[in-house]
């Protein structure tokens, strides 16, 4: 098997099939492919995001109780983070706040799909992924600032490429496109969340229908009904968070994924848990699975005491890291924060010359939104979801799917597609992001670093471009 070799390499080559390796980003897309290892255990870090509750004061015997030093079988890391009494806040560590005029689009969701091939058997005709690629850039060309995308057939990355700017000389250098580049890939965030969620609610012997109350921080007031909402309703949008949040604050249609955010409709008596769409449905995650992790290994650990005014911190550090771990398990990088020297800067189309926005730290809430990736990373991922063991057993992989976890689904001409997109910008920029399976063993992922041009959704183009990608077989 050939392989083209990488100028950053983004998938660990080790011994596990059906799975990607990084190559270095073209405008025409190469073929590679890739055998690697997975390491099995992540770590734990997380976002979170706004002002800290009161702090209790603890007895002095809470106090030693819970001090890190009493439980050597936390983690170092954990354990030096407990210690640190002097956390900077968020904003001080580049967390920055969720700009007021940001819009933020649910697009269509990702999961992993079930048996299949290249050749469809209820036709003559056959999948070329050449005509698929060729047509998602027949669409975008003259249509974006940039675009990058990555193509897998049966866990291989099979095309990638980028076309058009990263960067513009509005903002310094021009930085070509490429599928191996950094970008906020918005909501296509929350299915990555909803694996990580999963694989926890795993080992610690939680099913998805039980209530998420013992998992809420110690210092929230609980509303009625609140703790028993479960993690389901969390992944499917039916927890009633966000008509608490509006209820409680009058505000409709604002970013709720803040900490200080989910505090306020945790507080509020559950009302409407009709569907609604809410990045705070997902960004409660990143506050609950420290909680997870850390209570059920130490027994007794409350992190309310002595440690209450630190909650925000805390869980946005232990999340990231948790998520870092998960990343670097599949041989993906990824962060809730920038790390790109080059980064990717949003733009309007038609491009006027004018500076761009370039997106900053969204440790402050990520899990709904916020995780930094490339389109490779975005397809090896899902294709390691799909193809392997390594994330999610096939039995809670199954679920994801037939309960759309985190996911939504859309319908082509081939069957249904399972994956997720997003929208990210402001008034100076903006990003889309799509992830698709499709019936057949093939997964795409596009990342788009501008918005205003003639050709609909994201998810529609990669949707799109697989049903008018077979040709007649021979």
């Known amino acids: 098997m050939s392989r083209t070799t990488p100028s950053r390499v983004r998938y660990a080559t080790v011994a ?6 990084a190559s270095t980003a073209c405008a025409t897309g190469s073929v590679g492919d890739a055998v690697r290892d997975v390491a099995n255990a992540p770590s734990d870090a997380a976002p979170s995001g706004d002002r800290q509750p009161e702090r209790r004061a603890p007895s002095q015997h809470q106090t030693q109780q819970k001090r890190p030093s009493q439980h050597p079988e936390l983690p170092t890391r954990y354990a030096q983070l407990l210690a640190d009494t002097d956390l900077a806040p968020l904003d001080e560590r580049g967390a920055v706040a969720e700009p007021e005029q940001l819009t933020i689009g649910d697009g269509q969701a990702v999961a992993p799909a079930g048996p299949g091939s290249l050749k469809d058997p209820s036709t003559t005709e056959v999948f070329d992924v050449d005509v698929f690629e060729q047509n998602i850039k027949d669409t975008l060309t003259d249509e974006t600032v940039g675009f990058a995308y990555a193509i897998g ?7 990638q490429g980028g076309v058009g700017l990263a960067r513009t000389s509005a903002d310094g250098e021009p930085v070509p496109q490429s599928a191996t580049k950094d970008i906020t890939v918005a909501s296509v965030s929350k299915p990555i969340t909803t694996v990580a969620a999963l694989r926890v609610l795993t080992d610690k012997g939680i099913d998805v229908d039980d209530p998420i109350g013992p ?7 609980q509303g009625e009904g609140v703790a028993e909402i479960t993690f389901e309703q ?4 039916t927890s009633g968070l966000r008509q608490n949040y509006e209820t409680a604050t009058g505000k409709g249609g604002k970013v709720t994924a803040a900490y200080e955010n989910i505090k306020i409709a945790v507080e509020q008596d559950l009302g409407s848990t009709s569907p609604y769409y809410a990045n705070m449905n997902f960004g409660i995650f990143r506050i609950m699975l420290p909680k997870m992790l850390l209570d059920t ?3 007794g650990y409350d992190f309310s005491v002595p440690l209450a005014d630190q909650w925000d911190e805390l869980t946005a550090e232990i999340f990231n890291d948790h998520m870092a771990g998960l990343f670097a398990s599949v041989g993906v990088t990824g962060s809730c924060a920038p790390s790109d020297p080059d980064q990717t800067v949003l733009y309007r189309f038609p491009h006027d010359g004018a500076s761009g926005w370039q997106t900053e730290s969204y440790v402050a809430g990520c899990g709904g939104y916020g995780y930094y990736l490339s389109a490779n990373d975005l397809t090896a991922f899902f294709s390691h979801l799909r193809y392997t063991d390594e994330l999610l057993s096939p039995a809670t992989r199954d679920l994801m799917r037939d309960g759309k976890l985190g996911l939504q689904t859309v319908s082509g001409e081939r069957g249904t597609y399972y994956g997720h997109g997003g929208a990210w910008g402001i008034s100076t920029g903006a990003m889309t992001s799509c992830v698709l399976s499709f019936p057949i063993h093939v997964d795409a992922s596009l990342v788009i670093n501008s918005s205003g041009g003639d050709y609909g959704s994201t998810c529609g183009v990669l949707a799109k471009a697989f049903d008018n990608a077979w040709v007649p077989e021979g």
């Open 16 to 21: 596990l099939a059906l799975t990607f390796i």
């Open 153 to 159: 057939e049966s866990g291989q990355l099979a095309r």
């Open 215 to 221: 998992w809420l921080p110690g210092t929230w007031e």
């Open 234 to 237: 969390l992944m499917t949008h």
């Open 297 to 299: 290994e130490v027994p």
